[in-house]
Nanobody, 115 residues
Framework: QVQVVESGGGLVQPGGSLRLSCAAS????????MSWYRQAPGKERESVAT???????KYADSVKGRFTISRDFAKSTVYLQMNRLKPEDTAVYYC?????????WGQGTQVTVSS
């Protein structure tokens, strides 16, 4: 019943923009902190951005000023607006929901930044 589903990935040129979406269901969305992670081939998964249940945000230094995380409580959806994309942003992007000891992961969506 619990679902965390990412969408919006694709191929974009350097300097371009994409908006990722993460649709959540089967749990109390408003009580969970939501995060975006990414993982490139052969590399460890890393945190990109987090938004708390109150709307407080934090970002990895590598994306600060370019990416914006937001959440829509009415739609139980989290977004990641990605601007001025770079080739090093290429990765599978994952959505994560966390509350106390409970963690839910999405299946990931591919983002490729290439000319």
């Amino acid at each position: 019943q619990v679902q965390v589903v990412e969408s919006g990935g694709g191929l974009v040129q350097p300097g371009g923009s994409l908006r990722l979406s993460c649709a959540a269901s089967g749990f109390t969305f408003s009580s969970y902190a939501m995060s975006w992670y990414r993982q490139a081939p052969g590399k460890e998964r890393e945190s990109v951005a987090t938004i708390s249940s109150r709307g407080d945000t934090k970002y990895a230094d590598s994306v600060k000023g370019r990416f914006t995380i937001s959440r829509d409580f009415a739609k139980s959806t989290v977004y990641l607006q990605m601007n001025r994309l770079k080739p090093e942003d290429t990765a599978v992007y994952y959505c994560k929901a966390v509350r106390l000891s409970i963690t839910y992961w999405g299946q990931g969506t591919q983002v490729t930044v290439s000319s």
